[in-house]
């Protein structure tokens, strides 16, 4: 083909690349929009993220966990779209020579988001959002080529544009459908908990130089596999505890809410944290004690394990013993003294303290199964995490938050954690000099991260500050540094800055 030619085709190719897009992006809208319309847990687009998430190498998804942090879904949602979007314009762009391209190709990505609703929990509502999407697909497409003739004048730039504009205001009011979420958020707002108090944060505690002791909800690191949070509503939530039972149980909120509540300053620490990260928080949660119901339930000789599932199908095998052992091990139905968050797992998730949250924080939890570890193979464990997963003896250095101080007397400050054991001491090291102890802060518990702060004199340069800490049955922390995998990171933080 020589230039010319070339030339006279180029804006004939790029009237159909558009054509496939709209066409394509029409689809995909309405999808979205039936989807929120008809409250389905989960539209097309975030099915399809969360089927890749499923489907992938564990070591992928602990990649884009490093490479981009509470980043990574957002990142794999706008990747699927940009696939998307390729794939329609070039679905346009074969079809000018093979019309049945078209037709082949829109029916083909929409068994791919066929395929992908159908794992998700409560798939009809998304396959009806997959049909009304293909339907518009197939009338536009029709209507966009009238019969699959090459029409080029302003007829058919005119029914291009008008179809743009169609896709545009479609997607504009797709978001604002979402009855219910918006319900469950009118639900929530107006939740009145017997029981539960504001946060106390207690003398002490807080030591003011660095991050607050007790973290915001807003602020507090949310990490799961869902793209969307299902929205839960508390009228019709149910637990259900069963499996190695005399008794199997079945809660509503109000049966939840009726039982005797308990509340208590828990840090949680998410498996994937590396050292110096912040994926850790500290909230006042109230709820009810999970041992009581398993009781009550009557556990059966041999069980050791319990399987937790969420509304959306994830899962955790949790030790039993972790859940009766005397701790603050519930099911919370607050944080920070208000009713959990969306994003949190409102109405109900489980609060485990010493356990990383992939074994035992499940969010919008619907199912407890008492059973044995050996078939309590949650989520992660399948894609290369253990299946045990006590949260690790750790420090961090908050404080310097900039690459630079002032020289002199400097106090150096942070946090150190190892929920469910406790902190007897930590000690920091200037240049890798001798360690001196730091002064902690009080803490309520054991089941919280606790403070601390060392001052030291520090001359003008180059620096480096590190910190380790002891726990209270006298082990040091260590200096190997490992990864998250596969049961969360080693090591101590240190901290390099320069003093002027």
């Known amino acids: 083909m020589d230039d010319l030619e070339a030339r006279r085709l180029a804006p004939v190719r790029a009237l159909w690349a558009a054509r496939g897009l709209v066409t394509g992006l029409l689809g995909l809208a309405t999808s979205w929009f039936v989807a929120d319309a008809l409250s389905a847990p989960a539209n097309p687009v975030d099915a399809v993220a969360s089927t890749v998430v499923a489907t992938i190498p564990g ?112 997607a504009a009011v797709a978001p604002a459908v979402g009855r219910a979420r918006r319900r469950v958020e009118h639900s929530r707002a107006g939740l009145a908990l017997a029981g539960v108090t504001a946060p106390v944060v207690p003398k002490g505690a807080d030591l003011g ?30 637990l259900r505890i069963h499996g190695m039972v005399d008794r199997e149980l079945t809660l509503t909120f109000a049966d939840l809410l009726a039982r005797h509540r308990t509340q208590a300053w828990i840090t949680l620490c998410c498996v994937s944290n590396p050292v110096g990260g912040q994926l850790i928080g500290n909230a006042w949660w109230s709820g009810v004690r999970i041992a009581p119901l398993l009781a009550e339930a009557g556990v059966q000789p041999g069980a050791d394990a319990v399987l937790q599932t969420s509304v959306d199908g994830w899962t955790c095998g949790t030790p039993l013993s972790a859940m009766t052992d005397g701790r603050d091990a519930m099911l919370a139905v607050a944080m920070n003294g208000a009713p959990l968050p969306i994003d949190h797992g409102f109405p109900v998730r489980t609060v485990v303290p010493g356990l990383f949250g992939y074994v035992s924080a499940t969010k ?99 620096h480096q500050i590190a910190v380790r800490a002891r726990d209270r049955n006298g082990t040091l922390q260590t200096a190997v540094r490992r990864d998250v995998v596969p049961d969360g990171a080693t090591g101590w933080d240190t901290v390099r800055f320069t003093a002027g």
Do not use: C, N
């Open 364 to 462: 919008w939890v619907v199912d407890l199964e008492v059973t044995t570890m050996d078939r309590a193979v949650g989520f992660w464990i399948a894609r290369g995490w253990s299946a045990d997963g006590p949260v690790k003896l750790m420090s961090r250095i908050d404080r310097p938050s900039s690459d630079s101080i002032q020289a002199g007397s400097y106090t150096f400050a942070g946090v150190a954690w190892e929920q469910h054991t406790g902190i007897e001491a930590v000690e920091v090291s200037l240049d890798g000099g001798a360690w001196t102890g730091a002064e902690l802060a009080r803490v309520p518990d054991v089941d919280t991260w606790v403070q601390w702060k060392a001052t030291l004199d520090v001359t003008p340069g180059e």
């Open 59 to 170: 070591s992928w998804a602990r990649a884009g966990e490093q490479r981009f942090g509470t980043d990574d879904k957002h990142v794999l949602v706008l990747i699927v779209l940009a696939s998307l979007f390729a794939l329609f314009a070039l679905i346009g762009v074969l079809a000018r020579r093979r019309p049945a391209t078209a037709y082949v190709g829109w029916l083909v990505l929409s068994g791919i988001g066929v395929a992908a609703i159908a794992t998700q929990p409560g798939p009809a509502p998304g396959l009806v959002a997959i049909a009304a999407g293909l339907l518009a697909m197939l009338v536009a497409w029709a209507w966009l080529v009238r019969g699959h003739r090459p029409v080029t004048d302003r007829r058919a730039v005119l029914r291009l544009a008008v179809a743009a504009v169609g896709t545009g205001a479609l």
């Open 209 to 238: 130089l660095a991050q607050p002791w007790q973290t915001p909800a807003d602020r507090f690191y949310k990490i799961d596999t869902t793209f969307s949070s299902p929205a839960v509503d508390p009228g019709t939530w149910q």
